[in-house]
């Protein structure tokens, strides 16, 4: 069948990108599904830093490659073997494909997942291969969603059940910002009720852990950007203060209004300026926790005598160190109860066809999540 999809053919282009066009829409051949497969019609998919740092090549991926990864849709057709979905159900992509074989997954640790892992890197499917074409010629899959298409074939290890009353523009940010952020804080960190924490970078990731920190009962929640125009919505969703992070003092200021730093800080920012704040805010015996995924290259440095001398912890967290099958659906259960409320997230939808300048607008920081609605 066609799919008109976003694909990527090189990496690190110019911005303004609604001039240099990184990703083009054009129209793709995809391949029915395979054993452990299932045909999505995609409606909705977020645009995340994570397709960013592709698009300017600070992830490298193999080009050219069908970008999206964030995505939410209903199943169309299932492929053999396939026993825990059916024709009609409402789904939410998430990243890493788990295999349920390999030692994480075993371990209960399935973000952690070799194979899904390694078939990221190839920009393959986790059961092998691509199933996505354009004039004979493979395309890669992105993280084993592509999910800036009007269809994709996915793996049923890479997709999560969802009630269907959950509009699927809400429903896919559970799969990625919701997971990663909200993860972060309850399931890597663990924070205490009471305790006080910062996060550092307001982007999706640090907006939802905010959200996080409020569920979990955190006392001060410390919201630090560069973007002073991300204040106002960081205080909407639960910070108790916000601070400039690019401010030459800030740590002193922080150290000032919370007596020694905080028990908990979150680098979400992916870059090390943010990781060394972070770190350098986190009181004696706390923990600073990254979610952020900054260039390869890319080193942080710290005294090494204040791990052990001050009891310091860093931890980091890759999708929340979430398990998808147990924690979309209790996301999703506290949204329908109104406990959480991701709604001030979504700034606006577009359309397929003005996905460059929507990236263009997540790249300004100006955005909290911007939609994709699939016609």
């Known amino acids: 069948m066609e799919t008109k999809a976003a694909v990527l053919y090189e990496m690190g282009l110019e911005v303004p990108y609604k001039d240099s066009k990184p990703l083009k829409v054009e129209t793709l051949q995809l391949e029915s599904p395979k054993n452990h497969e299932v045909l999505i019609k995609v409606h909705a998919a977020g645009l995340c830093h994570s397709d960013l740092s592709v698009i300017n090549g600070s992830r490298p991926r193999p080009m050219p490659m069908a970008l999206g990864h964030e995505a939410a849709g209903e199943i169309i057709e299932v ?47 986790l059961e092998g291969g691509r199933r996505l074409s354009k004039d004979g010629k493979p395309i890669n899959h992105h993280l084993g969603v592509s999910g800036f298409s009007d269809y994709a074939v996915v793996s049923e290890n890479s997709i999560v059940k969802i009630d269907s009353s959950i509009p699927f523009e809400r429903a896919a940010v559970f799969g990625c910002a919701v997971i990663t952020g909200i993860g972060a804080v309850i399931n890597t960190a663990q924070i205490r009720p009471g305790s006080n924490v910062a996060i550092v970078g307001l982007g999706g990731i640090g907006l939802n852990a905010i959200l996080g920190a409020k569920l979990a009962g955190a006392n001060e929640i410390i919201a630090l950007d560069i973007n002073e125009n ?23 200021k922080i150290k000032d209004y919370v007596s020694g730093g905080v028990e908990y800080a979150f680098e979400t920012a992916g870059v090390v300026p943010a990781m060394q704040t972070a770190y350098a805010i986190t009181k004696r015996g706390g923990t600073t926790v990254t979610t952020g995924l900054p260039d390869p290259k890319a080193q942080f440095s710290f005294p090494q005598v204040t791990l052990a001398a001050e009891e310091r912890t860093i931890k980091g967290s890759y999708v929340g160190s979430c398990v998808p099958d147990r924690d979309i659906p209790r996301f999703v259960s506290l949204y329908q109860q109104e406990r959480l409320n991701i709604d001030p997230l979504i700034s606006k939808t577009i359309s397929l066809d003005e996905i460059n300048e929507g990236f263009d607008q997540l790249a300004s920081g ?7 609605k699939m016609q």
């Open 366 to 372: 100006d955005v909290g999540r911007l939609i994709i």
């Open 230 to 252: 991300k204040f106002n919505l960081a205080k909407t969703l639960g910070a108790t203060v916000v601070f400039n992070s690019g401010d030459e003092d800030i740590v002193e």
């Open 79 to 125: 492929g053999k073997e396939v026993t825990q979905f059916e024709v009609g159900d409402h789904v939410v992509c998430t990243f890493i494909p788990s295999c349920g074989h390999c030692i994480p997954c075993r371990e209960g640790r399935p973000a952690l997942c070799e194979n899904g892992a390694e078939s990221n890197e190839k920009g393959e499917m």
